[in-house]
């Protein structure tokens, strides 16, 4: 299995107007792909070749290979064919963002974390039902639950994110696109949510009873306020 010491591998910045949402590709000739993270955490890539290079632009109607498509890694699928590890720790966002980037923004979403509690008490409490259909996941039986850790995080390309950990090891995810959604698994601390690129973070809508169960809807602005 190839190491990152034994990979060729460039780094470029994106522009912020192309789709995916992303801030970093890294391009690795001799699986002759360039790879992203999605703004969920998900590892994407699209192949490259000698007349398939990519370049890009801040202006949106410059640059190239604006349209395509990039699919999602199938890392499981794969094995250990390849050293996604390796990929995935050059793309992680946590490496290469600024530690003021966002700063202001993360301050409000903590500042605001009352708000968020709220709207996890009014779920647990059995008054907001999920995407209008009955409640199966946060009912009478968890009126004990607590919030026991709570953490704001940046995910790049300007997609923020809010975290509760709940006292049975559940996460309660905010997102920016104003989706709110309790795992499905037990998790020891939101940092390992965060990072598992398999199961965590922008996996809930792969696993069992999902939609109508596990998912809401929040106005995230309301935690950006001032």
């Known amino acids: 299995m190839s190491k990152l010491s034994d990979l060729h591998i460039e780094q470029q910045e994106s522009g912020e107007s192309h789709s995916p949402i992303m801030q970093r590709i890294v391009i690795v000739e001799e699986y002759a792909s360039a790879y992203t993270l999605d703004e969920h955490g998900n ?7 000698e007349y398939n290079q990519i370049y890009y632009s801040s202006d949106v109607h410059q640059g190239g290979n604006t349209y395509d498509d990039w699919d999602e890694v199938d890392i499981k699928l794969v094995g250990d064919e390849y050293d996604y590890d390796s990929i995935i720790d050059e793309l992680t966002p946590s490496r290469h963002i600024k530690p003021k980037a966002d700063k202001g923004a993360l301050h409000r979403l903590e500042s605001n974390k009352k708000k968020a509690i709220s709207f996890f008490e009014t779920i647990a409490h ?21 919030v026991i850790d709570t953490e704001p995080y940046h995910s790049g390309g300007g997609c923020l994110h809010y975290f509760l950990h709940l006292s049975d090891k559940r996460i309660l995810s905010f997102h920016h696109t104003d989706d709110v959604e309790v795992s499905y698994d037990r998790w020891e601390s ?14 809930e809508d792969e696993k069992p009873n999902y939609v109508g169960s596990r998912q809401w809807r929040f106005p995230f602005e309301i935690l950006l306020m001032p």
Not at 43 to 49: A, H, N, Y
Not at 190 to 203: A, L, V
């Open 43 to 49: 590892l994407l890539f699209t192949p490259i070749g």
């Open 126 to 146: 059995g008054e907001l039902e999920s995407n209008g259909t009955s409640n199966q996941v946060l009912n009478e039986s968890d009126l004990g639950l607590k």
């Open 190 to 203: 939101i940092s390992d949510y965060i990072n598992d690129h398999e199961d965590g973070m922008g996996r």
